[in-house]
């Protein structure tokens, strides 16, 4: 077999900065070593998200110059709510500025104390915006998730059987909906199978309870399950998206990711009555209903990039780009979650640095070591993003002590990767010098973004 190729050709480029060792270690200092508070500028190889960091193609450039901005009824706006419905085949398409702009307005209507919610994984943002409402979020991701080091070809599948047991725990009345995340991103960007959501669909179907799904990666989701479920070999990519859309009542979604767009979101679904208190509150905070947000350049934009995701030459370039860098840390020895998932790599750190203990946020300390090294931008998802204090003020740790290397879409070649691989070794072959960092600083929300280390 040959080469699977970026299938583009490269028509603008943006210069990246090189810094030395010395300076890097200067910077990341000043930075309170916390990643976040770097400038991009002295970023060589960006890995923090895979969220609004996609080149655009220049069909989409050309879309910019297309918009309309009227401010009702734009042209941009009813091509938007084509693109969407044609792979959601929902009734109600409302644009937002961005994926926790449609979970905001979609939780405050049916949130508030005393409500339920389920999830294989709610991404950190959905849970917030439940939590934010005043009601209860509940993961019940499939055993198998939970164990970095067994593969198996849908981690991010629901348990189906443990979703049962919490509808009749808490009543169907209680719970307003169900939300599988596609792909799982936070159990380290692992497919959900069709016939997992088939299966919630059911359960779901039983209770007369709503099933949303959390659309964000949506085609690499599909592209999955044409890989690994039989009888999807021989659907193309757009059936399959259709398929898992046509189980959904509707759907959350960032357009950041899937939609290959620098900004844009939306939130669709069929209820009218659901639908109508949407859009009043997206007049209150996001805007009036053809833009909900956003410019009507970057509607047109959206609207070009679902149309090129799903082309099967761009997916099974995405796909193997991410996996070519997990065989690569595979192959040296490299802790990851495996099989690797669709838009990161995830390093179970736990394992990287085994002398560390999660007081001692061994996350943090590869993420500091990462860009020291090579000027690579990772972000720790351990117990410096999750962890939390019990009423000693002692820490209690994340599940898992990860570090997320995520691949932003068509920025990188094959051999900014085989940097960044090579980066990656050459920490871990080290490893025995890394130390464990301490927080002086932190904020009572969200500390991952603000916090700051010194190392021990
Ligand atoms: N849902 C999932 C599964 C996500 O990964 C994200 C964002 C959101 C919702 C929220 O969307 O950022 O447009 O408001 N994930 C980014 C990340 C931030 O880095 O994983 P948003």
Redesign the pocket.
């Known amino acids: 077999m040959k080469t699977i190729i970026e299938p583009f050709k490269i028509k603008s480029v943006e210069q990246i900065r090189f810094t030395t060792k010395e300076e890097r270690k200067k910077i990341i200092e000043n930075a309170g070593y916390n990643p976040f508070l770097i400038r991009a500028d002295d970023v060589l190889i960006d890995l923090?998200?895979?969220?609004?960091t996609a080149a655009m193609s220049s069909d989409q450039w050309a879309g910019i110059m297309r918009g309309d901005e009227s401010y009702a009824g734009a042209k941009s706006f009813y091509v938007f709510e084509n693109a969407v419905t044609k792979i959601t085949g929902d009734k109600f398409i409302i644009p937002t500025h961005?994926?926790?702009?449609?979970?905001k307005i979609l939780f405050s209507i049916l949130g508030g104390p005393g409500k339920y919610f389920a999830s294989n994984t709610f991404?950190?943002?959905?849970r917030a915006n439940v939590e934010f409402s005043g009601s209860e979020a509940h993961d019940f991701l499939c055993e198998v998730g939970k164990h970095p080091e067994q593969r198996a070809p849908f981690k991010g599948n629901m348990d189906v059987d443990a979703l049962e047991t919490f509808i009749k725990k808490y009543g169907k009345e209680n719970i307003p909906l169900v939300v599988l995340?596609v792909?799982?991103?936070?159990g380290g960007g692992q497919p959900v199978s069709m016939k997992n959501i088939k299966d919630v669909k059911d359960v779901c179907k039983k209770y007369g309870i709503p099933l949303f799904l959390?659309a964000?990666?949506f085609a690499e989701n599909a592209y999955f399950i044409k890989m690994r479920e039989e009888g999807y070999a021989d659907k193309s990519v757009l059936e399959i998206v259709k398929e898992m859309f046509s189980y959904a009542d509707g759907s959350?979604m960032?357009?950041?990711?899937d939609a290959l767009v620098n900004i844009?979101?939306w939130l669709s679904l069929n209820d009218e009555e659901l639908a109508m208190k949407c859009r009043n509150l997206l007049i209150v905070t996001e805007g009036f209903t053809t833009y909900g947000g956003l410019a009507g350049r970057d509607l047109e934009a959206i609207a070009q990039g679902l149309e090129e995701v799903v082309d099967e030459h761009y997916l099974k370039y995405r796909i193997r780009s991410t996996e070519y860098l997990g065989e690569k840390l595979i192959d040296a020895g490299v802790p990851i979650i495996e099989p690797p998932g669709g838009?990161?790599i995830y390093i179970d750190a736990k394992r990287f640095l085994p002398h560390i203990k999660p007081e001692e946020y061994p996350g943090q300390s590869i993420v500091c070591g990462l860009y020291i090294e090579g000027g690579v931008r990772t972000?720790e998802i351990g117990s410096v993003m999750f962890g939390k204090y019990d009423n000693d003020g002692k820490l209690i740790p994340s599940v898992m002590e990860l570090v997320?290397l995520?691949i932003p879409r068509r920025v990188y070649t094959q051999s900014h990767v085989d940097y960044v691989s090579e980066v990656v070794i050459e920490v871990f072959k080290n490893r025995d010098k890394l130390k464990g960092y301490k927080i002086i600083y932190e904020a009572p929300m969200l500390r991952h973004f603000t916090a700051k280390f010194v190392p021990i």
């Not at 923090?48 to 609004?52: A, K, Q």
């Open positions: 923090l998200t895979d969220s609004g961005q994926g926790r702009a449609a979970e991404f950190d943002t959905t995340t792909t799982n991103n936070s959390d964000c990666r959350t960032s357009a950041k990711k844009g979101g838009h990161a972000v997320r995520a």
